[in-house]
T-cell receptor, first 111, second 111 residues
Framework: GIQVEQSPPDLILQEGANSTLRCNFS?????LQWFHQNPWGQLINLFY???GTKQNGRLSATTVATERYSLLYISSSQTTDSGVYFC?????????????FGGGTRVLVKP | DGGITQSPKYLFRKEGQNVTLSCEQN?????MYWYRQDPGQGLRLIYY???????QKGDIAEGYSVSREKKESFPLTVTSAQKNPTAFYLC??????????FGSGTRLTVV
């Protein structure tokens, strides 16, 4: 099946700093989503972005489907940005809209 | 408000007991999914359903069963055959194609 690798695995930021999270995947995809998991376990959808660039406030994401990677940018980080960020993809070869998750990037924003 | 409701939030199971986790959605999504998350790990697909009265095994279906009698509901039963059921269980739904929306999860502990 499709492989999804996220980097870095852990990230410690000072409040106000910018950062970039990366997601590499091993095959062509129909669907790519970025999620934020808060300390209570809730998974919040940040972006549905199989290709192109999107922005939502301080967050933006870019997927370059032909090169099989996606980037999530966090600008002016806040302590509420702490948590785990997951990238998940649906392989174009797989039947159905089934997401395969990467291992996540654990982000800690210090005040 | 449209969304996904999972219940209960916390569940304790005795050895040899079957338990059922509830998942209800009012988003009018065709597809529904169950994922398992172990501490510090990503999410793994247990079962998914693309349409009423049909469902498919995911990557780790052994020891679990599901039903999809109504579009809105996709309950998961953790049977006594599941040897290590302690985990965080997340339900999701999506249009086809389209992005996932997740519920808030159920934490299952074997006592």
């Amino acid at each position: 099946g499709i492989q999804v690798e996220q980097s870095p695995p852990d990230l410690i930021l000072q409040e106000g700093a910018n950062s970039t999270l990366r997601c590499n995947f091993s095959d062509s995809v129909n669907n790519l989503q970025w999620f934020h998991q808060n300390p209570w376990g809730q998974l919040i959808n940040l972006f549905y972005i199989p290709s192109g660039t999107k922005q939502n406030g301080r967050l933006s994401a870019t997927t370059v489907a032909t090169e099989r990677y996606s980037l999530l940018y966090i600008s002016s980080s806040q302590t509420t940005d702490s948590g785990v960020y997951f990238c998940a993809v649906d392989s174009i070869k797989a039947a159905g809209n089934k997401l395969t998750f990467g291992g996540g990037t654990r982000v800690l924003v210090k005040p | 408000d449209g969304g996904i409701t999972q219940s209960p939030k916390y569940l304790f199971r005795k050895e040899g007991q079957n338990v059922t986790l509830s998942c209800e959605q009012n988003l009018n999504h065709d597809a529904m999914y169950w994922y398992r998350q172990d501490p510090g790990q990503g999410l793994r697909l247990i079962y998914y359903s693309q349409i009423v009265n049909d469902f498919q095994k995911g990557d780790i279906a052994e020891g679990y069963s599901v039903s999809r009698e109504k579009k809105e509901s996709f309950p998961l039963t953790v049977t006594s055959a599941q040897k290590n059921p302690t985990a965080f269980y997340l339900c999701a739904s999506s249009p086809q194609p389209g992005g996932y929306t997740f519920g808030s999860g159920t934490r299952l502990t074997v006592v």
